[in-house]
């Protein structure tokens, strides 16, 4: 009998390690998960960095990213064994969105050599109050009185970096109308990923934008110039873009996303300005020097924009503890 309880007792010690073990598995495992979400966001964040070494007109630079990004994905479906067919209608619209997305690259890039890095990437940041805004359009939903509040603090943030920056009025405008853009294609998105796969709704995306973009240099008269062949270093930096800062960062994201709450995902990404600021100040030195204004109003947005979700998982967790607790 005393050996059966030996016994018992080593499985119940065994069983115990195991279980052990799985948790360390499991842990160590999110860790990496949470790194590459960070490495994406890094990734994110170095995209106005690549847009700002390759001395490329914006509209050039966005074509051959799109060019890149279109092959990348082309490839990573077919290694994925992953159909393109879709229908005529989603084939048009997201044809559209395409050209949206082409304009928004072409506006972010413009603003980063018409201002700095740091301007594009702070003004970008608003681009959740632009999310937040068009979405109830487009869903036919009630405004949240708390994306008003939180609309009117970004609104403080935007009157800051325009008080006391005033040389770059331009490229603010510019990169606002890309953060405007950047929330009119992520809810349009919204619509479609309901109906198909994120990384097919991102290769038709990229052929719009790429057709969208190649009318223009043709119409205006760049076309002869435009799309001749870059310097071999301008060709690193535009497979980096394409490939890495595109591809690779969407694919990756997407793989996340299957293990990550879309909270996390969300919030995480928020961050992508605030890697950036920090990239371009100690890459470029004084030319991202900006005034205590600036850094002011960008923390004002960053820590609305970051809040806005906060607010929400909080809020969606004490529903659940009183709906637990009438149970």
Same mark, same amino acid.
């Given at each position: ?23 360390? *598995?499991?842990?160590?495992? +999110? *860790?990496?998960?949470? +790194?590459? !979400? ?28 799109? *060019? ?29 969105? =395409?050209? @949206?997305?082409?304009?928004?690259? @072409? ?10 890095? /740091? ?7 608003? /681009?959740?109050? #632009? ?13 949240? &009185? ?5 609309? +009117? !603090?970004?609104?403080? =943030? ?10 770059? $009025? ?28 994120? /990384? ?7 052929? &719009? &934008?790429? /057709? ?7 119409? $205006? ?13 301008? #060709? ?7 490939? @890495? ?39 470029? =030195? ?15 947005? !960053?820590?609305?924009? !970051? =809040? ?17 607790? @009438?149970?």
């Amino acid at each position: 009998m005393e050996g059966n309880d030996d016994y018992l007792l080593l499985f119940v010690k065994n069983q115990l390690l195991s279980l052990d073990q799985k948790y360390i *598995l499991v842990k160590n495992q +999110l *860790l990496s998960i949470h +790194l590459k !979400l960070h490495l994406v966001v890094l990734i994110y964040g170095f995209t106005a960095i690549l847009g700002k070494l390759i001395p490329m007109a914006a509209a050039q630079l966005v074509w051959y990213r799109m *060019l890149i990004a279109l092959i990348s994905f082309y490839i990573f479906l077919r290694w994925r064994k992953t159909t393109l067919r879709i229908d005529r209608k989603q084939f048009f619209q997201l044809f559209g969105i =395409g050209m @949206i997305v082409a304009i928004h690259w @072409i506006a972010f890039f413009g603003a980063i050599k018409i201002a700095n890095v /740091s301007v594009a990437l702070g003004c970008l940041s608003t /681009s959740t109050l #632009f999310t937040s805004l068009l979405e109830p359009f487009f869903f036919r939903k009630r405004i949240n &009185g708390v994306e008003v509040i939180v609309g +009117l !603090l970004i609104i403080l =943030g935007l009157y800051l970096i325009f008080r006391f920056e005033t040389s770059y $009025s331009l490229g603010i405008l510019v990169a606002l109308a890309a953060a405007f853009l950047a929330g009119l294609f992520s809810v349009l998105n919204k619509k479609m990923v309901i109906h198909q796969k994120a /990384s097919v709704i991102s290769f038709y995306e990229m052929m &719009g &934008g790429l /057709s969208a973009v190649t009318i223009y240099l043709l119409v $205006s008269g760049w076309g002869k110039n435009a799309l001749s062949i870059p310097s071999p270093t301008d #060709f690193i930096c535009l497979l980096a873009l394409g490939i @890495i800062c595109t591809a690779y960062a969407f694919a990756v994201q997407v793989k996340i996303t299957k293990h990550l709450s879309a909270y996390i995902v969300a919030l995480t990404i928020n961050l992508e300005p605030v890697y950036g600021i920090l990239m371009a100040y100690f890459l470029f =030195g004084e030319t991202e020097h900006m005034t205590d204004g600036f850094y002011l109003g960008t923390a004002i947005i !960053l820590i609305s924009v !970051l =809040g806005f979700p906060l607010y929400h998982f909080y809020k969606r967790k004490r529903e659940k503890n009183q709906l637990n607790g @009438i149970i």
